[in-house]
């Protein structure tokens, strides 16, 4: 089934859970490192990064052993691959679930969130690819995994959200990405499974932190 994309809302007009934009913007995001970018793929042709995000602060845990709100820091990085056929675009917020900074661990809320808002309505505005495509279709909702197919010029795509392990009262990290097939073939769960195993979160973060990295 084909159905039409909604307009797009304005990036203002959206709540979201974290202290801060989470809109993917290639043209705005500075380059960084493969090697240091907290998502990766193979041999990568790009990463780039987005401002850190924060808890927002809202239902927070009486009993939070933090005693600082401010001492939530997600990344919000992104690359873009090539695997095959395959042109691959994927960004992913990610918390270190134990992190400990100079003011002491975490609070108990910071945690990569999802389901605050309708993917449908999302989707078509996640990154580059999807901003050019239509056509949207079969959106489907499985476990920890949602996605929805779309067409970009020729080419068979879909973009999905894929949840990370449960921490908290989230996620040690969620992934959105979009995948398009070059060439017209079909893209489905074969070609997400294979991009999911392919990436590579990481989830220790290096800035701060008193822990040293997993050995």
Partial sequence: MTVTAPPVTPEWKKWNPYGGSIRVEEDKWPDIPCSASRI?????????????????GVGLPMNDRSPDLS?????????????????????????????????????KGCAAQAGYSDLRDDFPDMNQMTRNGGGWRNF?????????GFTF??????????????????????????????GG????????D??????????????????????
Avoid at 40 to 55: E, V
Avoid at 185 to 192: D, H, L, T
Avoid at 195 to 215: C, E, F, K, S
């Fill in 40 to 56: 990766a793929a193979g041999a990568a042709t790009g990463c780039k990064t987005g401002p850190l995000l924060s808890y927002a």
């Fill in 71 to 107: 001492n939530c820091k997600m990344a919000h990085d992104l690359v873009m691959t090539t695997l095959g056929v395959l042109a691959v675009e994927a960004d992913v917020v990610v918390v270190d679930p134990y992190l400990i900074t100079a003011i002491g661990p975490q609070h």
């Fill in 140 to 148: 489907a909702e499985s476990g920890d995994l949602t996605s929805i």
């Fill in 185 to 192: 073939g079909a893209v489905g769960m074969p070609e997400i």
């Fill in 153 to 182: 010029g020729r080419d068979n795509c879909v973009a999905f959200e894929k949840r990370g392990p449960p921490w908290k009262f989230g996620h040690i990290y969620v992934i959105h990405a979009s995948i398009c097939r070059k």
């Fill in 194 to 215: 294979y991009v999911v195993a392919t990436l590579l979160v990481r989830t220790y973060d290096p800035r701060g932190n008193l822990r040293g990295p997993p050995q």
